[in-house]
């Protein structure tokens, strides 16, 4: 019986496996691991977020403080300091730094990276509201943790040729700003440019002093009257109606009927008899670079420019893509 020699570490192409070429001999392995990332990439290019920036959780707060025009020196004493002497108690606090300007502080405070920053945030607004009652009165003070949501996203300008600067704002604020902040993951939309309308009361001085009324006196009577109360509930058929008396005004018209104080005979002065009432815009200030605070600038935009800031962990597209199906509507201006 004849047999075929075996030759040793040849198969049954009579080739040695030793030069066989890896690929060849681990192609099951490789077939399935590229297989398995295809899946797996397809399943993560659907399912993760696309943002503009990474997911990042700073480890730093910003407490920001805002007083109106309250000089440096003042702010430094009455505000800055008490304000970085109440935050050392916040646990896993690392360093401290602030900036102080006219009117305003901005006091950074940065901790360990592993540190849970909602928890951290949490005991900072705790502080920060103890401290609130050994403040001026006048201070607004914001807590912010600094993540890549607080950056905005995307920026949509609203232009007009026959619309004037106050109405675009108008449009911006009361249409499309509610539209925009309805979209999911839209967690801010920030206005910037256009003017905001106002009425601008011009005192005479001279009737000033003839009915011997103050500017304080002024502002505290349009104050009272500028608003909506309820007078209570009125029963009527077995049923409780609530009652509500409006003194708003809308009109120069409006405004010049407040009645400011009596003169000493029980006539009534209004506010029509000793100012004059016009519409107005409100002015847009900010700082010029470079220079003293007191040094200030009016910048004229008559372009109206929406930026929307979104959440963290929020696809991006998602928001254009929301925007885009509202932008497709016309919108009348």
């Not at 109106?68 to 800055?80: E, N, R, S």
């Not at 009125?234 to 409006?254: D, F, K, W």
């Not at 040094?295 to 929307?308: A, F, Q, R």
Request: aromatic letters at 6%; charged letters at 15%.
């Amino acid at each position: 019986m004849d047999s075929s020699p075996v030759v040793n570490g040849a198969g049954p192409s009579g080739k040695n496996s030793s030069h066989t070429p890896w690929f060849y001999r681990l192609s099951r392995p490789v077939l399935f691991l590229t297989i398995s990332m295809a899946f797996v990439g397809g399943y993560l290019a659907l399912s993760v977020p696309i943002s503009v920036f990474p997911n990042t959780d700073f480890p730093r707060i910003v407490v920001g403080v805002d007083n109106g025009v309250m000089p440096i020196d003042q702010m430094l004493v009455t505000i800055t300091r008490p304000v970085e002497e109440a935050v050392n108690s916040v646990p896993g606090l690392q360093k401290v730094t602030s900036i102080t300007s006219r009117g305003s502080a901005e006091v950074d405070l940065f901790f360990d990276w592993n540190s849970d920053m909602i928890l951290t945030l949490q005991r900072v607004d705790a502080v920060v509201a103890r401290l609130q009652a050994d403040l001026p009165p006048t201070a607004k003070v914001e807590t912010h943790r600094m993540t890549f949501a607080v950056f905005p996203i995307i920026g949509y300008s609203l232009t007009s040729d026959t619309v004037p600067p106050n109405k675009l704002w108008e449009i911006a604020t009361y249409d499309l700003k509610p539209r925009l902040n309805r979209l999911n993951g839209v967690a801010t939309v920030i206005i910037q440019g256009g003017r905001v309308p106002e009425f601008q009361v011009t005192p005479d001085p001279a009737r000033l002093h003839a009915a011997g009324i103050t500017v304080p006196d002024i502002l505290d009577a349009i104050k009272r009257t500028n608003l909506i109360d309820s007078p209570g509930l009125i029963e009527h058929s077995h049923q409780l109606v609530l009652g509500l008396i409006s003194g708003q005004v809308r009109t120069p018209e409006q405004i010049g009927q407040i009645v400011v104080k009596s003169s000493p005979t029980g006539i009534p002065i209004r506010l029509g008899d000793i100012a004059k009432i016009a519409p107005s815009v409100a002015g847009y200030w900010t700082s010029a670079p470079k220079t003293v605070s007191s040094n200030l600038k009016l910048e004229k935009s008559p372009t109206m420019t929406l930026i929307p800031s979104g959440f963290a962990r929020v696809c991006t597209i998602s928001i254009v893509c929301g925007w885009q199906l509202f932008a497709t509507k016309k919108v009348v201006l």
